[in-house]
T-cell receptor, first 115, second 115 residues
Framework: AQSVSQHNHHVILSEAASLELGCNYSYGGTVNLFWYVQYPGQHLQLLLKYFSGDPLVKGIKGFEAEFIKSKFSFNLRKPSVQWSDTAEYFCAVKRNGGSQGNLIFGKGTKLSVKP | NAGVMQNPRHLVRRRGQEARLRCSPMKGHSHVYWYRQLPEEGLKFMVYLQKENIIDESGMPKERFSAEFPKEGPSILRIQQVVRGDSAAYFC?????????????FGPGTRLTVL
């Protein structure tokens, strides 16, 4: 069965520190990849997505992610975090093609940024 | 353009009662997805619907759960004879098509508490 693994359950950083959140998936076919963010009390919002082309994807709020096909990974990065980045981050995978429309989510990583 | 609407935001039911969760997709979106989030877990896919059709219900429990998306009106997720284990956040998402690269837009969720 397909699965998505997020390596860190809870990450605590100080402001201005660099961030990297790991995401690995277990599907061998062509996939589309997403990172969603859930700020406290809010609904999920898309940070960025990859579906083809340049494996380095830039998203909103200074986030970026790199798709490494050989490693089945799609890690999220930000060079310098802010207190307002405190949120829960979810990696998700969707199979390309077929009739399946659903996203497969990782368990999420909680990021706490200390001011 | 209003986002995905869900109501109620919070729902409390006693064991054995029925829960009805509603989702109005974004304007122009005809694809609806329901996900469930248990505490400390990521979102798990339940069901994918288009207008008047269930496309994929592979994530839906076989008993007590049903979903519909009528020609007119919101999508409904119905849970009959609720049990404590049904307590969770239920999220609805919509997209304009089922193409893999399409982002799914999420609603704020309904938090169901079963007493």
């Amino acid at each position: 069965a397909q699965s998505v693994s997020q390596h860190n359950h809870h990450v605590i950083l100080s402001e201005a520190a660099s961030l990297e959140l790991g995401c690995n998936y277990s599907y061998g076919g062509t996939v589309n990849l997403f990172w969603y963010v859930q700020y406290p009390g809010q609904h999920l919002q898309l940070l960025l997505k990859y579906f083809s082309g340049d494996p380095l994807v830039k998203g909103i709020k200074g986030f970026e992610a790199e798709f490494i096909k050989s490693k089945f990974s799609f890690n999220l990065r930000k060079p310098s975090v802010q207190w307002s980045d405190t949120a829960e981050y979810f990696c998700a995978v969707k199979r390309n093609g077929g009739s399946q429309g659903n996203l497969i989510f990782g368990k999420g990583t909680k990021l706490s940024v200390k001011p | 353009n209003a986002g995905v609407m869900q109501n109620p935001r919070h729902l409390v039911r006693r064991r054995g009662q029925e829960a009805r969760l509603r989702c109005s997709p974004m304007k122009g979106h005809s694809h609806v997805y329901w996900y469930r989030q248990l505490p400390e877990e990521g979102l798990k896919f339940m069901v994918y619907l288009q207008k008047e059709n269930i496309i994929d219900e592979s994530g839906m429990p076989k008993e007590r759960f049903s979903a519909e998306f009528p020609k007119e009106g919101p999508s409904i997720l119905r849970i009959q004879q609720v049990v404590r284990g049904d307590s969770a956040a239920y999220f609805c998402a919509s997209s304009p098509t089922s193409r893999s690269y399409n982002e799914q837009f999420f609603g704020p969720g309904t938090r169901l508490t079963v007493l």
